[in-house]
C-alpha cells in the first residue's frame, strides 16, 4: 500500500457533495475550514478513492474508545494527537485535491510552526498504521453499504457513500473534467441483420456466443439499429 499523505480537497466540490448529503463535512472557507486536512489516499472495494477527515484532539476523544468509524491518533508517549473520523470519509479525484506542505520553513510563525509539527506526528502514525487504516475504510464502507439494515446507527453517523460517489461522477462531467459515459445496448441478432447492420458502415462490437451472433453498439445509435433492421424485415416481406 502506498504512503498515505495529507490533503486539502477542492472547496468547490466539497460544497457541490454538501448538496448532496447534509452530513458532508464543510471546508467552507466562509468558516475558516477551507484547510481542514483530510488522509489520503485509501482505496475502497479495490478502485475507488476515497480521503478521511483528520481532526485536532479534543477533550471528549478523551472518553471515546475506537470504533467502526472513529480511530485514535497515540502518540509514541501515549498521548492523544488526533483522530480520524471513517464516518465523514470523502470520494475523491486527484484532480480535486491538494498536498499540504507540512515541511518546516524559516517563515513560519511559532504557531504555524507548531501546527506542522503535528501534523508530521499525525501521518507518521497513519503511516504506521496504513493497512489498519485502509481495513477501517474498507469494513466500514461494506457495512453501511450492503448491510444497512444490520447497522442502523452506524449508517446514521455515516455519509451516504454511494450517494457521493454519484456526486463526484456528476462534479467531473459538469466541470468538464471528464466526459459522460457511454451506454452501451447488447442485442441478439440474425446473420442477415448482421450483414445488413454491417454493410450500413455502422460502428459496433460482435461476437458468437452458444451460436447466436451478439452486437454491442451505443445506446445512441439505438435508432439506427433498429431502423436498418426493420428496413431488412420489411424487405423480406415484400419478398
Not at 466540490?13 to 458532508?24: G, I, N, T
Not at 457495512?143 to 446514521?156: E, F, Q, R
Not at 447492420?197 to 455502422?202: A, C, P, V, Y
Request: charged residues 30%; glycine residues 2%.
Amino acid at each position: 500500500m502506498k504512503r498515505l499523505g495529507l490533503y486539502t480537497l477542492d472547496v468547490n466540490y466539497v460544497a457541490a457533495l454538501e448538496k448532496a448529503d447534509s452530513k458532508v463535512m464543510s471546508v467552507s472557507p466562509q468558516q475558516n475550514k477551507a484547510h481542514r486536512p483530510f488522509v489520503g489516499v485509501v482505496i475502497v472495494c479495490q478502485d475507488k478513492k476515497y480521503c478521511i477527515p483528520l481532526t485536532s484532539p479534543k477533550p471528549k476523544h478523551q472518553k471515546m474508545n475506537n470504533q467502526r468509524d472513529f480511530l485514535k491518533i497515540i502518540d509514541k508517549k501515549g498521548k492523544l494527537i488526533g483522530a480520524l473520523n471513517f464516518n465523514d470519509m470523502i470520494p475523491v479525484d486527484d484532480r480535486l485535491i491538494k498536498m499540504v506542505n507540512i515541511n518546516p520553513s524559516a517563515s513560519d510563525s511559532k504557531a504555524e510552526s507548531d501546527y506542522k509539527s503535528l501534523m508530521r506526528t499525525q501521518l507518521y502514525w497513519c503511516n504506521s498504521n496504513r493497512e489498519s487504516i485502509a481495513n477501517h475504510a474498507n469494513v466500514l464502507y461494506n457495512l453501511v453499504t450492503k448491510y444497512p439494515d444490520d447497522n442502523s446507527k452506524l449508517v446514521s453517523r455515516c455519509c451516504d457513500f454511494k450517494k457521493l460517489e454519484a456526486a463526484l461522477e456528476q462534479y467531473l462531467i459538469d466541470t468538464g473534467l471528464e466526459k459522460p459515459k457511454q451506454e452501451y445496448i447488447i442485442k441478439k441478432v440474425s446473420e442477415d441483420e448482421f450483414n445488413a447492420l454491417k454493410s450500413s458502415g455502422m460502428n459496433f462490437q460482435t461476437a458468437v456466443k452458444d451460436n447466436q451472433r451478439v452486437i454491442r453498439f451505443k445506446a445512441e445509435q439505438k435508432e439506427q439499429v433498429e431502423k436498418i433492421i426493420n428496413s431488412l424485415k420489411n424487405k423480406n416481406v415484400l419478398l
